[in-house]
């Protein structure tokens, strides 16, 4: 289930067999409330922000590492502030 090359989903707009950060699903017109100030994200999907924006996580790169004959742990680093969202990341 997939694409068949790296290069199909660079060139091919799908959340298909994405790993989604820092949200997943939508957020109502791409405004949420933090601490009583409102922050714009970008709305790329039918006036909402979906599955982190057109820059979410789905569309960067990760440092891989194989664990084991089953298992890769995906690690990437995601700023403080990027896209306006508080808190630097460090997931696996």
């Known amino acids: 289930l997939g694409f068949d090359s790296l290069a199909d989903y660079r060139n091919i707009p799908s959340d298909f067999g994405a790993s989604i950060g ?3 699903n939508r957020i109502a017109q791409g405004r949420i409330e933090i601490d009583g100030e409102t922050i714009q994200l970008p709305q790329n999907n039918y006036g909402h922000c979906l599955h982190g924006g057109p820059e979410g996580w789905q569309y960067q790169m990760y440092e891989a590492n194989q664990i084991d004959g089953t298992t890769l742990e995906l690690t990437r680093f995601s ?7 508080f808190g630097a990341k460090l997931p696996k």
């Open 22 to 24: 820092r949200y997943a």
């Open 79 to 85: 700023p403080d502030y990027l896209l306006s969202i």
